[in-house]
């Protein structure tokens, strides 16, 4: 990130500086301007100043823009230590952006298994996904979450080998790791962007919804290395393995962190089940569901269809639902073969996660719901009738019943 300094033998002390600056990040003192503690960097004294006395001051690590090179994913993994399905995601992603730029794609994956040891099936899945290069960093304390010392860890790699743009996964740990990367870093981070491209000369476009989802602002990092954006798991798809692909592998050990670590008193899961992240038949249930006691049946359904359920923040909020289970722009975001809506809006937060949806089968009462807009079948009927129905249906069928 820059930060301003001011040329005092420049200055004339005119105060337009002061007068552009919306956050009391300069002041005129004995005609001449100073930064203050306030300053955010916005540059708007910069473009302001007649002198040309105020400027961007780049940091330690965009100080040299050319040094930077290469695509990297940073890959969180399970307690196996198996790179997560984001993890493939990513790799998908930055391959098309490698490829597009010419360079190579690196895959730094969190391993908390002992020094030298590999999850089962290995890392050689990520080559065949598509990267060049994958870093297995090791350390048994990454086995615990620990965003403060992983975030240190992966600074490091990031400076030694400089990769001009590097991806994480927008998962709880993702959303610890890569703010504290950037601060480490002092480069810019994008979270849950929807689409990176790349522009003419090379810069990663970062885009992803803002003002609740009314807006897709289109983000770039010009003067700062590495540019870093973190995406949702489900946004992308998997990429289609290529067997063969040539890649090599490099264990590489972190440096003993110097921040204070986490300690581990007693673990208490949080939830049982898989996420919704990776299920291929979802039934998203909303405020249409009207009570809890619907819940049991869309479970039932769900477990008929083999799936899970998943609600809305309405859902949440009433404390029927974990916010794991919940879809959308501050929920997961879900990309199911089948994902059936039942008695759910479609607000445009909620649209925002269920967008890799191949398939929507929407039921709800009101004929003019927006969910419809995005479904390939809709139902206009009480969601709980048509679960009771579809319930005994496919109980009768496969000689099931509760
Ligand atoms: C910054 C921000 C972030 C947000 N993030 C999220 C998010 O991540 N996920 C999310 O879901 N929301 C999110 N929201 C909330 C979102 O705007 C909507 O309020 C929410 O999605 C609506 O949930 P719903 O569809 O369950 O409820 P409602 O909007 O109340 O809709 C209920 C629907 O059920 C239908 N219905 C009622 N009874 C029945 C019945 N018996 N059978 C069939 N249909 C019936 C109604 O016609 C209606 O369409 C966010 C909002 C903001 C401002």
């Known amino acids: 990130m820059a930060a301003i300094r001011i040329d005092q033998d420049l200055c004339i002390g005119c105060g337009l500086c002061v007068r552009v600056c919306a956050n009391d990040g300069v002041k005129v003192e004995n005609r001449r301007a100073s930064i203050t503690e306030n300053c955010i960097a916005c540059g708007l004294c910069v473009d302001a100043c007649p002198k040309g006395a105020v400027c961007r001051e780049t940091s330690r690590a965009s100080a040299d823009l050319s040094a930077w090179s290469g695509m990297m994913v940073v890959a969180q993994t399970d307690k196996s230590a198996t790179p997560l399905p984001?993890?493939?995601?990513?790799?998908?992603?930055?391959?098309?952006?490698a490829h597009e730029r010419g360079c190579s794609l690196r895959v730094l994956v969190i391993s908390g298994l002992q020094p030298g040891c590999q999850c089962t099936g290995g890392y050689a899945p990520l080559i065949d996904a598509g990267a060049d290069e994958v870093l297995v960093l090791e350390d048994p304390a990454f086995a615990i979450p620990d965003g403060a010392a992983i975030g240190q860890a992966v600074a490091q790699v990031i400076e030694q080998f400089k990769p001009e743009a590097v991806l994480f996964g927008a998962t709880d740990l993702g959303r610890?790791?890569?703010?504290?990367?950037?601060?480490?870093?002092?480069?810019?981070?994008?979270?849950?962007?929807?689409q990176l491209a790349l522009d003419q000369e090379g810069l990663l476009l970062q885009t992803r919804p803002a003002f609740g989802g009314n807006l897709l602002?289109?983000?770039?990092?010009?003067?700062?290395?590495?540019?870093?954006?973190?995406?949702?798991?489900?946004?992308?798809?998997?990429?289609?393995?290529?067997?063969?692909?040539?890649?090599?592998?490099?264990h590489l050990t972190a440096a003993p962190s110097s921040v204070p670590g986490i300690q581990v008193l007693s673990e208490e899961s949080a939830s049982s089940g898989a996420s919704i992240a990776d299920a291929e038949v979802l039934v998203v249930v909303g405020r249409g569901i009207r009570d809890k006691k619907a819940l049991p049946t869309m479970e039932r359904l769900a477990a008929l269809l083999g799936g899970q359920v998943a609600c809305t923040r309405p859902v949440v909020e009433a404390g029927w639902m974990g916010h794991e289970s919940q879809v959308g722009q501050t929920g997961v975001s879900v990309a199911p073969r089948v994902l059936i809506s039942m008695g759910v809006?479609?607000?445009?937060?909620?649209?925002?996660?269920?967008?890799?949806?191949?398939?929507?089968?929407?039921?709800?009462?009101?004929?003019?719901?927006p969910i419809f807009?995005?479904?390939?079948?809709?139902?206009?009927?009480?969601?709980?009738q048509v679960a009771d129905e579809w319930v005994k249906y496919l109980e009768g069928a496969t000689g099931r019943s509760a």
């Not at 995601?89 to 930055?94: I, K, M, P, T, W």
């Not at 479609?346 to 003019?368: C, F, M, R, W, Y």
């Open 176 to 194: 610890e790791v890569a703010p504290r990367v950037a601060r480490e870093l002092s480069c810019g981070l994008t979270a849950d962007c929807t």
């Open 373 to 384: 807009s995005v479904a390939q079948a809709g139902v206009v009927a009480d969601c709980r």
């Open 86 to 97: 984001v993890a493939y995601e990513l790799v998908g992603v930055a391959r098309d952006l």
């Open 217 to 250: 602002a289109t983000i770039a990092s010009p003067a700062a290395r590495p540019q870093m954006a973190t995406v949702r798991p489900g946004v992308f798809s998997r990429p289609e393995p290529q067997k063969g692909r040539c890649g090599t592998i490099y």
């Open 345 to 369: 809006s479609g607000a445009i937060q909620h649209l925002a996660g269920i967008s890799g949806a191949k398939t929507v089968i929407a039921v709800n009462e009101d004929p003019d719901a």
